[in-house]
């Protein structure tokens, strides 16, 4: 069992940068293919970023595209999404995922194909 946690969310004003971390509690995540998802209040979660397991490819929302950066360190079991240039449509609660062992180069897109979910960090834009 894979257990998530996600961390650095908060309340900033548009325009400014915020990282979020997410710690696994497995020894390695070095096979696992990761993502960020994002859910408003009233919407359906929806993809943001993906990176596969050894981190060569990457996969980005259209929204968040040249604003937001997805990476890994498999040695801390960690995965990172920097946000810059906030806007106040990226409110959300914000969730990493994890899959199944996959292809060194495989990116999901899709909540159906992820696995492992953690519980959520709160990210608030004012203007």
């Known amino acids: 069992q894979v257990q998530l946690v996600e961390s650095g969310g908060g309340l900033v004003q548009a325009g400014v940068s915020l990282r979020l971390s997410c710690a696994a509690s497995?020894?390695?995540?070095?096979?696992?293919?990761m993502g960020w998802f994002r859910q408003a209040p009233g919407k359906e979660r929806e993809f943001v970023a993906a990176i596969s397991w050894n981190g060569a490819v990457t996969y980005y929302a259209d929204s968040v595209k040249g604003r937001f950066t997805i990476s890994r360190d498999n040695a801390k079991n960690t995965m990172y999404l920097q946000m810059n240039s906030l806007k106040p449509e990226d409110t959300a609660v914000y969730y990493c995922a994890a899959s199944q062992p996959q292809p060194p180069l495989a990116v999901n897109t899709k909540v159906s194909e992820y696995d492992y979910w953690g519980q959520g960090t709160q990210v608030t834009v004012s203007l």
């Open positions: 497995r020894r390695t995540l070095s096979n696992y293919a």
